[in-house]
């Protein structure tokens, strides 16, 4: 396996996950922010969620970074690259940890893992699926430049909202080298 790059970002470390990430992982599918991404759920289950996080790079070659806040080391959220079977197509996602939402590390880190995506894995496209309801995530999505793209029918979440990505050559922040 590639080892999982480490991106820094102004405020952000996106490392690959570890099991001294479980506990906050633990603490956010136990509470209602989870409810758009499977939870709430046991410890068990929050277990194998992290360990499903750190799979999907070996299987795929890329996957979603734990984002610490660089300053303090605490883990803010996972965010990055996901594409596991049923999924219409490569996404960027993002999960913020109880308390860390509201500062914008969400569209930071989102805004790397796409630089990443496009500059070094050569992707020409990539989407975001927000839950029906979830405002917050739909913002993520505004401030990255997506545009909503139609719908998408998942067996375990239902209804989705397709928010598509600019295209490489629409961005004009720098790429991957504002974060070498």
């Not at 999982?4 to 001294?20: D, F, G, H, Q, V």
Request: net charge negative.
């Amino acid at each position: 396996m590639t080892p999982i790059p480490t991106i820094s970002t102004p405020r952000l470390t996106l490392r690959a996950p570890e099991l001294r990430d479980y506990p906050a992982f633990a603490a956010f599918y136990a509470s209602d922010r989870s409810r758009f991404v499977g939870g709430p759920a046991t410890g068990e289950q929050a277990w194998r969620f992290l360990a499903v996080e750190l799979g999907h790079w070996p299987l795929r070659g890329y996957g979603r970074w734990a984002v610490e806040e660089t300053e303090t080391g605490k883990l803010a959220g996972i965010v990055g690259l996901w594409n596991p079977e049923g999924w219409p197509e490569p996404e960027i996602g993002w999960d913020l940890m109880n308390g860390f939402e509201g500062k914008g590390y969400a569209t930071e880190a989102a805004g790397a893992a796409r630089d990443y995506a496009y500059g070094v894995l050569g992707w020409q496209t990539a989407i975001s699926l927000v839950a029906i309801g979830n405002d917050a995530s739909a913002r993520v999505a505004q401030r990255l430049g997506a545009t909503p793209d139609g719908m998408f029918r998942h067996e375990r979440f239902g209804q989705l909202e397709i928010w598509r990505h600019p295209a490489p050559s629409e961005l004009s922040d720098g790429g991957m080298e504002a974060y070498a």
